[in-house]
């Protein structure tokens, strides 16, 4: 039996990310910023460290999805969830023992340069450059840098601690509906960014399955989280190879009349 602590569980990924994990082999503690009326889960806030260390008390695996996930906000509004949080995740991890943390990165790390504006983070040029998890990081957004933040404490806590560390960068999550309403009501270079980011919900649970559970070659590792999307400029081979990750859909095939 693993036991698994995700926080952020009633976020978007959250909510997928207990569905990742159905069999009896795993036993799940879900941690939320509130009370939730529709999932068995404990609040915690982040920023205390003593509540997020004692939270972590018998864990093996970290899944730490809680940050302010708007890549249009302020420094101030991420500081303390996506740094002072992440800090607190992988220390309190370190503190516990624990196997494995699985951090919640993203796109935003490493899209500045595929972007048609540095004021429009969700964009795409027409012909974006291949990103590959060994590139250079660039930033978006404040909320990518605190990204960038978090893969480097990452790849800090790895080396200096030896547990398991998988930085995965996570695309943009939506319903099959939900692709094409954004497709719809977007122009050209939102329309290719979301062709090229998009996470089934499927393919987020396979995803984070495979990262949560993998034997790893390398620690860390930087795994990028999309769908198998023929337009995608985030190289898949190399998560696909690392985490044995197999993706299913892919964006074109929705929209073209799946």
């Given at each position: ?10 976020g ?7 569905d ?5 082999d795993?036993?799940l503690a ?32 970290l899944?730490?999805?809680a ?12 500081r303390?969830?996506?740094v ?5 995740a ?14 919640a ?19 795409t ?14 930033p978006?957004?404040?909320y ?10 990452g ?14 960068r996570?695309?943009?999550?939506l ?11 977007r ?5 290719r960014y ?9 393919d987020?649970?396979r995803?984070?399955?495979a ?47 799946d």
């Open positions: 039996m693993t036991n698994i602590a995700i926080t952020g569980a009633a978007n990924v959250g909510r997928v990310a207990i990742a994990f159905p069999d009896d795993h036993d879900l941690f939320t910023h509130s009370e939730t009326d529709d999932l068995e889960s404990e609040p915690i806030e982040i920023a205390d460290y003593d509540a997020f260390s004692d939270a972590l008390a018998g864990q093996d695996v899944i730490h999805l940050a302010n996930p708007s890549p249009r906000v302020e420094w101030d509004e991420v303390e969830p996506n002072d949080g992440v800090y607190n992988f220390e309190a991890a370190a503190a516990n023992d624990l196997e494995r943390v699985v951090f990165s993203s796109n935003h790390a490493v899209n500045m340069k595929n972007t048609v504006s540095e004021s429009r983070p969700e964009s040029v027409g012909k974006p450059e291949i990103v590959r998890p060994s590139d250079p990081t660039d978006d957004t404040y990518g840098v605190t990204k960038v933040f978090g893969e480097s404490m790849s800090y806590y790895a080396k200096r601690h030896g547990f398991d560390v998988v930085n995965l996570i695309g943009w999550l319903t099959r509906d939900e692709l094409r309403a954004e497709c719809r009501d122009d050209g270079a939102g329309e979301a062709r090229a980011m998009w996470l089934s919900p499927g987020c649970r995803l984070l399955n990262a949560a559970t993998a034997t790893l070659e390398e620690s860390p590792l930087i795994a990028h989280g999309i769908s198998d999307n023929a337009e995608r400029f985030l190289s898949l081979s190399e998560t696909m190879q690392a985490l044995s990750y197999r993706p299913q859909d892919d964006a074109e095939v929705v929209l073209t009349g």
